[in-house]
């Protein structure tokens, strides 16, 4: 879970929800060590607090075999929780 307290993630600093979708960052900072409750999940996640960021790729090489062959139906992976390669 991303603590923004120091500083706010990249999309939200720009005050463009979601507009980095894909993007790949470096994240800069640290755990707190506490566990934070996330209503989305319903989970508890450790919280990462984070001081600063640095873009990497707005096309990063794709992690899932899926996005490698394009041709991936919805039904085909409905069932399937990808391992990255």
């Keep these: 879970m991303l603590n923004e307290k120091q500083k706010l993630a990249p999309d939200r600093e720009q ?3 979601g ?3 894909n993007y790949e960052y470096k994240l800069y900072g640290n755990f707190s060590g506490d566990n934070v409750y996330e209503p989305a999940s ?3 996640y450790p919280e ?3 001081k600063s960021y640095e ?7 794709p992690i899932f075999k899926s996005q490698y ?7 085909d992976l409905r069932y399937v929780i990808e391992k990255p390669e």
């Design 42 to 44: 319903n989970g508890v």
């Design 15 to 17: 005050l463009s929800f």
């Design 48 to 50: 990462f607090v984070l």
């Design 19 to 21: 507009s980095d979708n």
């Design 69 to 75: 062959r394009g041709t991936a139906q919805a039904a």
């Design 55 to 61: 873009l990497i790729s707005t096309n990063p090489t």
